[in-house]
């Protein structure tokens, strides 16, 4: 048997396997972990952009869930609104009626007004005064009325007591 002594290995002498440990040279380590490194990093930023995904996607469903009802809502809102401003167009025109009925109505006010100044001064002009005129009008015809329901004393009465105010519209005459 052959006993072979050797000595421990100098400081720039390689190992038997070329030089490189378990995952090869110093430079293949570092890439190693690096790449690894960039691995996790990368798988950690899908993961969060996946959640953040899931988020916003259940956030749009909440959304477009709590928008039917509001969306309903809105139609029924604009079905009224439709119905209140036919309504608005309707009262609008009822409304130009109305005027132009007030406006026809003070024209012919005016008009009827005119007409019975006209007359009053004709009247007044011919020397009769109205409201002597009223006045023996209405004690004849309590007169009659007296004389219509029996009471023929008073009546003849009161024919005698508006003799005086229709004997002022025959002397004014």
Same mark, same amino acid.
């Given at each position: 048997?052959?006993?072979?002594?050797?000595?421990?290995?100098?400081?720039?002498?390689?190992?038997?396997?070329?030089?490189?440990?378990?995952?090869?040279?110093?430079?293949?380590?570092?890439?190693?972990?690096?790449?690894?490194?960039?691995?996790?990093?990368?798988?950690?930023?899908?993961?969060?952009?996946?959640?953040?995904?899931?988020?916003?996607?259940?956030?749009?469903?909440?959304?477009?869930?709590?928008?039917?009802?509001?969306?309903?809502?809105?139609?029924?809102?604009?079905?009224?609104?439709?119905? +209140?401003?036919? &309504?608005? =167009? $309707?009262?609008? @025109?009822?409304?130009? /009626?109305?005027?132009? *009925?007030?406006? %026809?109505?003070?024209?012919?006010?005016?008009?009827?007004?005119?007409?019975?100044?006209?007359?009053?001064?004709?009247?007044?002009?011919?020397?009769?005064?109205?409201?002597?005129?009223?006045?023996?009008?209405?004690?004849?015809?309590?007169?009659?009325?007296?004389? +219509?329901?029996? &009471?023929? =004393? $008073?009546?003849? @009465?009161?024919?005698? /007591?508006?003799?005086? *105010?229709?004997? %002022?519209?025959?002397?004014?005459?």
């Amino acid at each position: 048997m052959i006993t072979a002594v050797t000595s421990p290995a100098g400081s720039g002498a390689r190992n038997s396997a070329g030089g490189r440990g378990l995952f090869g040279s110093r430079s293949a380590r570092w890439r190693m972990v690096a790449t690894v490194g960039l691995v996790a990093v990368v798988l950690a930023v899908g993961s969060l952009v996946v959640v953040s995904d899931r988020s916003a996607r259940t956030e749009i469903r909440t959304t477009d869930m709590s928008l039917a009802p509001a969306q309903h809502r809105l139609a029924g809102l604009r079905r009224q609104l439709g119905h +209140a401003e036919h &309504q608005w =167009a $309707g009262a609008r @025109a009822w409304h130009a /009626g109305v005027t132009r *009925s007030f406006d %026809a109505a003070s024209s012919t006010l005016s008009s009827t007004q005119a007409a019975l100044a006209q007359a009053q001064a004709n009247v007044h002009s011919q020397g009769v005064d109205l409201g002597k005129l009223d006045a023996c009008v209405s004690a004849v015809e309590q007169a009659l009325n007296q004389i +219509a329901v029996g &009471q023929t =004393a $008073g009546g003849l @009465a009161t024919l005698r /007591g508006s003799s005086l *105010s229709c004997a %002022a519209l025959t002397g004014a005459s």
